[in-house]
Each structure stands twice: as C-alpha cells, then as structure tokens.
C-alpha cells in the first residue's frame, strides 16, 4: 500500500453514569483492563483510557470516569468527570461519543443524568447496563420506546458476561462512522427547578417504558433486616472484622510454611556452588533471607485481600460506612470516610486516593492524614514477625488464638488511634464547624464472582510479589552491603558484622532510641524501613543471618526470641503502628493535598506518636516486668 | 385527598411509608447552604411525589436512616431528611 493517510486521532469514547452503575465492568470487557471493579459507589476516582478495536476495525479510545448523579462536580472525583465531558480537560480525551450507563433494574437517576447528558452538545447514547439483573427480576423496558422518548440511541449491555458487551459495540461502530460534529453545549449548572423539572420529565419516561414488579429486591431487603439491624448489624461488623484477623493467623500457616521451605531449599544450593564465601553470603543471606522473609508473608496477604474483595463484591462496604457513620461523626469523620479508612487496611495509597469522593475540603484532609493509621497490608510482615516471635501460640476462652487476639488488639490500636487523631484536628484545627451531610446509596447485594475475584487476588498478589523484587529487593542490597563493609580486622574476636558501617550508624543513633528499648539491630532496620515497611523484616532478616552465622540463619523469629526482650518487642509493635514508615503513601499525601505542608504535618505527627507510643510500651512493660 | 398531615422524614419512624409533598431545604440543618441542599437531594431522586419508605436507623439516636425512594435505598442523616416533607400513606 502506498497511500499513508494521515494518522488521524482515534475517536474518544467516554463512560459516564451513576455511581456503581458498572461503567468500571464495562471498561474492563471492552478494552481488557483489569480495573478495580466493586459493589459500592465510588470505586472509580481518577479517569483511566484504554484502547478497543471495535468489531468492523476501527481503533477508539474508552474513558472510564468516575460515577456521579449530575455534572454540577461537588467532589474532586466528579470535577474529573465533568471536565471530561465538557471538553475542559486535556484535548486528547475530549469524547466524540458520550455513553450514558444506566443500571437497567434501576433507571430512574440515569435517566435524569441522560437528559442533562444531552445538554452537553456532543453524540450521546444509553446503554441499559445489569440487563441479566433486570430480567431476572422480571423488569421489562422498551428500548425502542426509550430511545424515541430520549432521542438518543438505546442499547442493553451485561459488562459481567461474555459478548455482553456485543449490542453496545455494533452501536460504538453505527455512531462513530456517522462522525457528527460536536454542536455547542446548552449545559448550564442546573437550579432546583430545573432539576425537579428533569426528574419529573425522567419519572415519565420510566413510566411509560418499563414494566415489572414495583417491589425491590427481595432478598437485599431480607438480609438488611439483619445487617442493618441498630444492634446485630454492629455486632455483625465487628464479628466479620474479627474473624478477618483470625483467619489471617489460622489459614495461613500451611503456605508460609511450604514458602519457607522452599527459600530454605534455595539458601541449601547456595551453600554448595562453588562460589567465594562474600558472593554465597549475598546471595544466602542478602537475597534469600532478606527477600525470602518478606515473600513469606504472602498467603496472609492473600487471605487479608480474599475478605476485602468478598465484601467490596457483596455489596457490604456501604452498609459498614451506613453502621459507622454515628461513631465515626463523634469522631470528627465523615461518613462516607469510613470506606477510604477500610480501604486503607489493604494501603493507604489507594485509601488516600478514594478520599476525592468527599466533597468537603477539611473532612477531605482529616480523612487523608488520619488514613496512614489504619493498618495496611505491609504490617502485617512486621506484625507477625513479631507476635509469631514472642506471643505463645495458644487459645484463650477456648476458642480463640491468643496470636489472632493481639493481632487485633494492633489493628484496634490502629483504629482508635485514627479516631483520636481525628478528634483533635476537628477540635484543635477547624474548631468544630458542622459536618457535611451524608448521604450514600446503599447497592442491591450481589454475589461475588469467582473469576473476578481471582483476578482481584491475582492482581493483588503480583503487586506485592513486584514491591518484593524492586524496592524491597534494592534496600536489602543496600542492607547487606551495609552489614557486610568494612570485613573485620584480621585477629578480631567479635562477630564479624560489629565492624560493619551498619553497626556504627545502628550504635549512631542509639541514644536518641535506647529509651524505646531498641538495640542497633533495630535502628538499622528502621532507617530503610522508611521505604517501605516489610523492608524492616527483611533487614533484621539479613542483619541476623550475617551475625548469627550457622545456625540462627533460618528463623529470624527465633533469633529476634532469643535476643530481644518482651518489652523491646512490644516497643517495636507500638513503633510500627504509628511510624510514618512508607514513603509512598508521604508521596501520595503530597500528591493528593497540592503542597508539601500537610505531607510534612502527617511525617512529623506520626513520628512523633510513634515515638511516644513505644516510649510509653517499652517503660511500662519494663516497670511489669518483661525488660 | 390527603387526610394525613405532613411530618419531616427526618422525625418519622422505621416503617414509615408515604409520599413527598415537599423539600424544603431550610429545614435540613446548617451543614450546607439550603439551596444545595435541596438540589442534593434532587439529585438522589427526592422530588415531590416520589413513594419513600423508611427501611433501617442506626443506634445511636436513631440516626443515620436508610430510606427507600423508588428502587434505590439511600442512607442520609435525620438532619437533612428533616428537609424532606412527606405525608403516610394508608
Ligand atoms: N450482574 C451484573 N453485575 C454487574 C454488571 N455490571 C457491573 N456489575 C457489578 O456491579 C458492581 C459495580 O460495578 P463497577 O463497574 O465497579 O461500577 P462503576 O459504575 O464503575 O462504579 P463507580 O466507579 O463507583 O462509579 C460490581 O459489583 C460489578 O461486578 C452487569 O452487567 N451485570
Ligand atoms: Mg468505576
């Protein structure tokens, strides 16, 4: 072919609709994504672009958006959202084709939104997405009718199912090879009137082309009575929370064990190539016990994602912001914080990041510099580590693991002090002007789909399997340098790791930690734990493997056991629950709030309880008796 | 028609159902502006006519309220339902 036409930009296609309404599922079956997708409003906040060659070859550009009722953007997600469709934001995602997503079992705000849509001067079409929901329930819409009455293009779509998607691209296809231009737009931000007006015009169309069963769904209404129950649902909340933490100690033993052995396993070839002793060192004791450590921690990983992914995709994140709501206001919270908090139990970047759903500026920032608290998956490696180390592993009132207990006794710990923290900046800061409302749909309970949920793991996984073999990876090369340079003194009597550089920064900064009770072991971990927090776990793994020689090698926990004391170790947990120790979620707190100011405001304020929390643990376990 | 009087929805009990009969925003308390306060609701489906049942509240102070207007269940606080004036269906 000689002709090269000129590469002409491929047309730009935007999703927008309702919070929750499956824009995000639709996304991921065209373009092959892998997007989080979630039963709760607000999962998407940042818009994401992904390439779809459509049926008859032509090459468009999905948007994904984050959901919103109207295009007035009260929130920092729906500024995304309307700056796209109007065409405010960058050039390259200006949208040739609008398509509305409406959930098909429950049309009545979608359709509102359809009509300010076509406000906007651009080619808009609807797509009835959850139409296997609908019809299940025997709701019937005439899409012919609702396509006269809209004067838009109606398709229906199943984004959860193979070629559920097969109607909306032909019509992708029908739309874009008509290349209408874009008209002007009429969209003024509507008053109250007009938006009355609008639903009033929506609530007619619903009328005139959808019939079915007036009554909801039957078995979200049944297992609300109990979930939403004042009394039972709280019990229920903390019961789930609960037996998430046991089952993150009980189920994972059997694949941290066969992970161990097989870094053991490893660290044994290493032990017999013929390699200089400095090179087996690096290999055994730097990379295979520092690494090796961290990658233990994966099944716990794992089971912690299983339950958070369960509950996204049941639809039971709302409800839990629903029960939290009275306790986390008297705390100074927002409601709708509570699922940015949850969310930051797995990492408080994505946590911090969800926070744009909060339309208020100050409870926006309270929930963003309180979210570090909550206890993120990379404790839990330290967290272990430790209760693994010095808590017997025995059951309490019959039933219950004294390792499990303590485990969430930390995350409590982690709660209650998120909830002070934020107590005090309501008082001390904003001085207690009242809250924004809350206001927050409650989604129809859905059952989670295994192969989403696989993918939901998977990805999860591989994300902590990379930060394994990069930042981790890094800093345990830099740990073993450290703990392996200068070599000893010929003659000398000491290990030979107290020569080190690692054993004089550690002793360098002793006095500012021995009233914590931390040794210089500790202090070295710290240092390049600011990185990343598993990095800590894989530091003492290194730090001890070199000084420990033969036989401590192994188990880090044993060597921790029998070199530290009790009140050392709780010191160390009470540390590890406050410290600022991530330099990521400092990155993205930056990043989130425009400035350095409130970046370097939340460093300080946890250093600072850190250092207290684990002044307070090491003295008074000491004055008991564990030191 | 209407033999029921008008009660806020912020001030109605669990089981409660009836209709709209109006939204006026300057009862809804001082979290926000009036004006966006009713266009809030607007937005979530709160216009005049619409059947609302009040489904759950949480424990303390009965507040906040799950409340089903048409087939969607928002949660909200009884201080901004006290904006919306409904009257019981029988
Ligand atoms: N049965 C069924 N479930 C669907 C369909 N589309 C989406 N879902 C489910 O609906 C829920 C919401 O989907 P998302 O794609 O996260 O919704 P969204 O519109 O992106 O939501 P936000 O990002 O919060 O605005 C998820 O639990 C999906 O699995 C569908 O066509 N059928
Ligand atoms: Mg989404």
Redesign the pocket.
């Known amino acids: 072919m000689s002709d090269v036409s000129p590469a002409l930009p491929s047309p730009v296609i935007a999703l927008v ?12 079956a065209l373009t092959g994504s892998r997007q ?10 940042e818009k994401k672009v992904g390439p779809l060659v459509t049926p008859a070859g032509r090459t468009v550009r999905i948007v ?1 958006l ?2 919103t009722y109207s295009l007035r953007a009260r929130s920092p997600d729906e500024e995304i959202t309307r700056d796209v469709v109007l065409g405010h934001a960058q050039k390259d995602v200006t949208p040739d084709l609008i398509v509305c ?1 409406g959930d098909a079992s429950n049309l009545r705000l979608a359709l509102r939104l359809a009509l300010e849509l076509k406000q906007v001067g651009r080619p808009v079409m609807l797509s009835l ?5 609908a019809r299940r329930r025997g709701i019937e819409i005439d899409a012919d009718r609702l396509s006269r009455e809209l004067g838009v293009p109606v398709v229906s ?5 193979r070629s ?1 998607t097969d109607a909306l691209l032909a019509e992708i296809d029908r739309q874009i090879s008509k290349q209408q231009a874009a008209g002007t737009s009429e969209w003024r931000a509507p008053d109250a009137g007009a938006l009355r007006g609008a639903q009033r015009e929506a609530d007619r169309i619903l009328a005139a082309v959808v019939r079915g069963p007036g009554n909801p769904d039957s078995l979200t209404s049944r297992v609300d009575k109990i979930l939403l129950h004042p009394v039972a649902g709280l019990i229920i909340l903390l019961a789930i929370l609960f037996v998430m933490f046991q089952a993150v100690f009980a189920w994972a033993e059997p694949g941290m064990d066969a992970i161990e052995a097989g870094f053991q396993w490893l660290g044994g070839l290493v032990e017999h190539l013929p390699l200089p002793d400095l090179v087996k060192s690096f290999l055994k004791d730097g990379l295979i016990g520092g690494v090796g450590s961290v990658i233990v921690f994966l099944p716990q990983i794992v089971i912690l994602f299983f339950f958070i992914l369960v509950l996204e ?1 049941l ?1 039971y994140m709302a409800r839990a912001a629903f029960l939290m709501d009275r306790i986390m206001g008297g705390a100074g919270l927002h409601g709708r914080a509570f699922i940015p908090l949850l969310s930051s139990f797995a990492c408080a970047i994505p946590g911090i990041m969800s926070t744009r759903v909060i339309d208020d500026r100050r409870d926006r920032l309270t929930t963003i510099l309180v979210a570090p608290l909550m206890t993120c998956s990379a404790r839990i490696p330290v967290y272990t580590l430790i209760i693994g180390a010095f808590i017997p592993a025995r059951e309490v009132w019959g039933f219950v693991g004294l390792q499990g207990l303590v485990m969430f006794g930390l995350y409590t710990l982690g709660i209650v002090g998120a909830l002070t923290v934020s107590f005090v900046i309501k008082r001390l800061i904003w001085q207690g002007k009242p809250g924004e409302p809350f206001m927050l749909e409650l ?1 129809d309970y ?1 059952m989670p ?1 295994a192969r ?1 949920l696989a993918i939901g793991l998977w990805t999860r996984a591989m994300i902590f399997l990379k930060r394994a073999g990069t930042i981790i990876l890094s800093m345990m090369v830099l740990i073993w340098v450290l703990a392996s340079f200068p070599q000893p003194p010929e003659g000398a009597t000491d290990p030979a790791i107290d020569y080190s550089f690692a054993a004089m920064i550690g002793s360098a900064i002793q006095p500012l930690t021995a009233p914590l009770g931390f040794n210089w072991q500790i202090n070295v971990a710290l240092i390049p734990g600011m990185a990343a927090r598993e990095v800590a776990v894989g530091s003492l793994g290194t730090i001890y493997a070199i000084s420990g020689g033969e036989e401590a090698a192994d188990q880090i926990g044993q060597a921790l056991s029998s070199q530290w004391s009790l009140a050392t170790a709780l010191a160390f947990l009470a540390w590890y629950v406050f410290a600022p120790q991530c330099a990521s979620t400092l990155a993205v707190i930056r990043r989130e709030t425009g400035g350095w100011k409130w970046m370097w405001v939340t460093f300080f304020y946890m250093l600072a309880l850190a250092y207290v929390a684990a002044l307070v643990t090491y003295q008074v376990s000491r004055a008991l008796g564990a030191g | 028609m209407n033999t029921h009087p008008t009660i806020a929805l912020g001030a109605a009990r669990v089981g409660f159902r009836g209709r709209i009969h109006a939204i006026d925003a300057e009862r809804g308390g001082a979290g926000l502006p009036a004006a966006e306060l009713e266009r809030r609701l607007i937005e979530l489906g709160f216009v005049e006519g619409a059947a609302v049942e009040l489904l759950h509240q949480g424990l303390f102070g009965g507040d906040p309220i799950a409340v089903r207007i048409a087939h969607t269940t928002i949660g909200l606080r009884r201080r901004e339902a006290m904006a919306i004036l409904v009257s019981a269906e029988i």
């Open positions: 609709g309702n919070p929750n309404c499956g824009k995000t599922a639709l996304f991921n989080k997708v979630a039963n709760y409003p607000g999962v998407t906040v994904d984050p959901g997503v997405n959850m139409m296997d929901i779509s199943v984004a959860v199912r559920g995709d639809g989604p859905k789909q989403s």
